[in-house]
């Protein structure tokens, strides 16, 4: 009956406190104890706790990065002459056009086991041109290895146009910066020689300053992922093709279909020849 309180007391979120009590179950799980709580009183009290909980101990809601925001952030980077702020304007575009994971192009730190490590890490050598028999042209980019996939995943960007085309920002980060075949895409130079990976933090800071510089409000990296998402669904990209390019595994997806009138907009009118395909997305299956 305390966890209510916790949340209320001491302004854990509900999430924390989630996180804690199946924590403590994996714990009986472990050492063999039984584990005597009512899955359904568990719940209750989690619902409990989340609604007692203060508002500020509850996150934000990520704002989504957007072509416009991606486009105004230009003008705060020099992608004439700093290798730097082009690594991560490459970097960022590459992401967003993905529907990518920032972590999945940056590195947690220089040095140590979260290093740059080839066999997890993407490389110049892992991006490939790809065309369809119709001549339509994608970039490849093959993830040694992903947070959901140890075997590595494919993800794809084509030409766009305006100032945020990746291909143009990937073309001057492979002329400017010349990062080794084999090392880290992103790789940046530091003077004549020295050449460093463009880490997670590194990419913020930058991305913040020139957000600053812009006029603009600072956004979170799991922003430009949801951003994608909803640039795409905009676009009239179908949900099942999103889902798949987006490389959504859960129910999470269904997040930006609920929330965005613009995209359900097509799918609501009287006659609408894409009602079968917005049932199949968001019905769940029938149970047998």
Request: hydrophobic fraction near 35%; proline fraction near 7%.
């Amino acid at each position: 009956m305390f966890l209510p309180e916790i949340g209320y007391e001491y302004g854990y979120p509900a999430s924390t406190i989630c996180n804690y009590v199946f924590g403590v179950r994996a714990w009986h799980i472990l050492h063999g104890v039984p584990w005597e709580m009512c899955p359904e009183e568990i719940e209750s009290l989690l619902k409990a706790a989340n609604r007692l909980a203060p508002p500020s101990s509850k996150r934000k809601k990520r704002q989504p990065f957007t072509v416009d925001y991606l486009t105004t952030l230009r003008c705060g980077l020099n992608l004439e002459s700093d290798p730097l702020h082009i690594a991560v304007f490459t970097c960022l575009t590459t992401t967003f056009y993905t529907a990518g994971r920032l972590g999945e192009f940056t590195m947690k730190t220089l040095k140590g086991t979260n290093g740059f490590n080839p066999e997890t890490h993407v490389k110049p050598s892992d991006v490939r041109v790809e065309k369809d028999e119709k001549g339509l042209e994608s970039t490849v980019f093959f993830l040694p290895r992903t947070k959901v996939d140890q075997n590595g995943e494919e993800v794809s960007w084509s030409k766009q146009d305006g100032l945020t085309d990746p291909k143009a920002a990937l073309q001057l980060h492979m002329a400017t910066n010349k990062p080794p075949v084999d090392g880290p895409l992103f790789a940046y130079r530091v003077g004549k020689t020295q050449m460093k990976p463009l880490t997670k933090a590194k990419f913020i800071e930058v991305i913040h300053a020139a957000a600053d510089e812009a006029g603009l409000d600072h956004l979170q990296g799991h922003g430009i992922r949801i951003g994608s998402t909803l640039e795409y669904l905009l676009r009239g990209v179908p949900f099942d093709v999103m889902k798949v390019k987006g490389r959504w595994a859960s129910d999470a997806f269904q997040t930006y279909l609920r929330k965005h009138a613009q995209i359900l907009a097509p799918y609501m009118q009287a006659r609408s020849h894409q009602h079968e395909g917005f049932v199949r997305i968001v019905m769940p299956a029938v149970r047998g």
